[in-house]
């Protein structure tokens, strides 16, 4: 049984959701997501209430049911609250600049690496060591993030690297010289 998709997604007011076969649009106050539901789950509407309901009982089928639901839900949440990730730089001389609509971060390598801003993303950068991302679309402001994180990981000796705000680092001990 699937807790995750047997619940029910609420429809906030001013967000509306159309469905066209297995290709469901949701729009609100924040702008416009599209997804095309699996064959095997069916999406009913009731009111301001939606729900999923899955083909058979096999692992494949009850994976897709959780997995709609959950982006289902995200897609409502996007349009109507948006999501945001926030990334900390450590590190001496680690510092991130935005211009126009380029994202320049100096993090210890010889040369500067570079970001474009992407479509239905807002980046900005309130401090030197901090970069805020944000969005309608859940996947691409984690995918974005975990793009950024991935230039200098942070590592386990010196914790210096970019990490999600309230990342804990697990911190090893380094060598010990007599």
Known sequence: MSRIGNKIVTIP?????????QFVTVKGPKGELNYTINPEITMHMDGTEVSFTR????????????TTTANFSNMVEGV????????????????AAKSGSKL?????????VDFEDREG??????????????????????DF?????????PEPYKGKGIRYEGEVVRRKEGKTGK
Request: net charge positive; aromatic share 4%.
């Open 104 to 112: 320049t971060l100096s993090v210890g390598y010889s040369h500067p």
């Open 55 to 66: 083909a058979a009982e096999d692992k494949k089928h009850r994976a897709l049911h959780g």
């Open 13 to 21: 007011a001013g967000v509306e959701v159309k469905q066209d076969g």
């Open 145 to 153: 993030a975990a793009e950024i994180r991935a230039i200098r990981p």
């Open 121 to 142: 993303l807002t980046v900005e950068v309130p401090d030197a060591l901090t970069i805020k991302i944000a969005g309608i679309s859940k996947q691409a402001v984690g």
């Open 80 to 95: 109507t609250n948006g999501f945001s990730k926030t990334l900390k730089m450590v590190g001496v001389g680690y510092r």
